[in-house]
T-cell receptor
């Protein structure tokens, strides 16, 4: 099955700095890669995603890059703010038939942005 | 507003008891999922359902059971066979392959 590795497990930055979180996946059939933000005691929220037919996607301060040859993808947050502090998860999808898929998640990165 | 509702938010189980976690969605999504979250372990797939009256085991299905009698509802039962049930349980749904999941707010289950 799919295996997703995520690094680092914790990341501390100063407000205004950039943060980068990296993930690798094992199954070359994976073709959809979402990123989620989870605040304490809440469910994860989708913040950005990328499909395998593009190499980069940007949404304001957040961007994701995908290298299918190397099987890795990264989340970039610029101009970090204290409210960006949360746990971030990457995921890779595998189709399971009937037009649906399941997501395999990385173990998460705890991002702490200090004022 | 459309979304996923999980209840209860907190649940306490005695040794040997079965407990059922509720998950309801009004997004008209066909596919629903249950994940378990433990500290430092990420999210692990328990069961998923792509259509009413059909469901498949995920990576850690032992000790759990589900049903999908209605499109809107996908309850999870944690049975006494699950030896380490204390965890945060998340329900999710999606409109199709290669679309993001919408997650509920979770149920925290504790064995007492």
């Amino acid at each position: 099955g799919e295996n997703v590795e995520q690094h680092p497990s914790t990341l501390s930055v100063q407000e205004g700095d950039s943060a980068v979180i990296k993930c690798t996946y094992s199954d070359s059939a994976s073709n959809y890669f979402p990123w989620y933000k989870q605040e304490l005691g809440k469910g994860p929220q989708l913040i950005i995603d990328i499909r395998s037919n593009v190499g980069e996607k940007k949404d304001q301060r957040i961007a994701v890059t995908l290298n299918k040859t190397a099987k890795h993808f990264s989340l970039h947050i610029t101009e970090t703010q204290p409210e960006d502090s949360a746990v971030y998860f990457c995921a890779a999808s595998i189709r399971v038939g009937r037009g649906y898929s399941t997501l395999t998640f990385g173990k998460g990165t705890m991002l702490l942005v200090s004022p | 507003d459309g979304g996923i509702t999980q209840s209860p938010k907190y649940l306490f189980r005695k040794e040997g008891q079965n407990v059922t976690l509720s998950c309801e969605q009004n997004l008209n999504h066909d596919a629903m999922y249950w994940y378990r979250q433990d500290p430092g372990q990420g999210l692990r797939l328990i069961y998923y359902s792509q259509i009413v009256n059909d469901f498949q085991k995920g990576d850690i299905a032992e000790g759990y059971s589900v049903s999908r009698e209605k499109k809107e509802s996908f309850p999870l039962t944690v049975t006494s066979a699950q030896k380490n049930p204390t965890a945060f349980y998340l329900c999710a749904s999606t409109q199709g392959a290669n679309y993001g999941y919408t997650f509920g707010s979770g149920t925290r289950l504790t064995v007492v």
